[in-house]
């Protein structure tokens, strides 16, 4: 199979613990990324079965990944051997049919597996789309689901900046310390940093265990972007100037992925 993610593309995947702010962060980048490289192609990955991505980017999702995968299942049980062939050939088409394009983003969604036994194979499925398609896009932003499983996967295997996202509770940054001790050891990065989110009070960053890494970002509670979501908005009705686009700002910038825009 071709490999063709190289160093040209950057892939940036948000991680931490449930409900830290994942999804809301990885639409602003996608925004920011949008935004500041017009001529660039940036491929949004809803990693998460929940589909938080898609209302997040104000996207409707008609063909996902798992749509995909049952496919494959579907065939390779029908017997027709050729034809499963034939598809895995054009597998390659059919990931690029499935993605759901605004713009210079282009959008693609995990889906939800139904019953226990499927959810690790969607995963396994997610990374072979990942590498197959990634060398397409300048830039790839990818939403992932809570906790350290599509780490664990090496779903994230071809991430160059992992970004993990907590709250300032402990229990967050021990989730942090958990997902960035298996990434050490099952995935290759170039940068890894911190975005704690929705802090009660800025005082208490002095406080933080952060592991060591560095902090990219930190955000207060925004009431905004609650309201935002409340309402079932899209990140691009959010004003510039809100606490989640400027705190993701901050972190593109930090890691040099983003000029002075
Ligand atoms: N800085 C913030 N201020 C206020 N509310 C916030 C902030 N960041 C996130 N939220 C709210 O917290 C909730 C969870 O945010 P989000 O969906 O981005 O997190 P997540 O990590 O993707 O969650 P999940 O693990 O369920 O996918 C949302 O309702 C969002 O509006
Ligand atoms: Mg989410």
């Known amino acids: 199979m071709m490999n063709t993610a190289d160093k040209k593309t950057t892939v940036l995947a948000f991680t931490g613990k449930g409900g830290v702010g994942k999804t809301s962060l990885s639409a602003a980048a996608v925004r920011l990324l949008s935004e500041a490289y017009p001529g660039k192609k940036i491929l949004a990955i809803d990693a998460d079965p929940a589909v938080g991505l898609a209302t997040a980017l104000g996207v409707d999702v008609d063909f996902t990944v798992d749509d995909i995968r049952k496919s494959f299942v579907k065939t390779a049980e029908s017997g027709n051997?050729?034809?499963a062939v034939e598809l895995l050939g054009e597998a390659k088409y059919q990931m690029f049919d499935a993605l759901k394009e605004t713009g210079n983003v282009s959008f693609l969604a995990i889906g939800r597996p139904e019953g226990a036994g499927c959810y690790c194979k969607v995963n396994a499925y997610l990374k072979e789309i990942i590498s197959m398609i990634a060398g397409n896009f300048d830039y790839v932003v990818i939403d992932g689901e809570?906790?350290?499983?599509?780490?664990?996967?090496r779903v994230m295997e071809k991430v160059t900046h992992l970004i993990l996202v907590s709250d300032a509770s402990k229990k967050g940054l021990q989730v942090t310390r958990t997902i960035l001790t298996v990434a050490g050891e099952m995935v290759m990065?170039?940068?890894?940093?911190l975005i704690i989110n929705r802090l009660p009070d800025i005082s208490v960053a002095d406080r933080l265990d952060t592991a060591g890494l560095e902090i990219l970002a930190l955000i207060p509670d925004d009431p905004g972007l609650a309201m935002n979501d409340i309402a079932g908005d899209s990140i691009y009705s959010l004003p510039g100037s809100s606490a989640v686009i400027q705190g993701a700002k901050h972190a593109l910038k930090k890691l040099n992925l983003i000029g002075d825009v």
């Open 189 to 193: 990065f170039d940068k890894a940093g």
């Open 81 to 83: 051997t050729s034809a």
């Open 146 to 153: 809570a906790g350290i499983e599509q780490v664990n996967r």
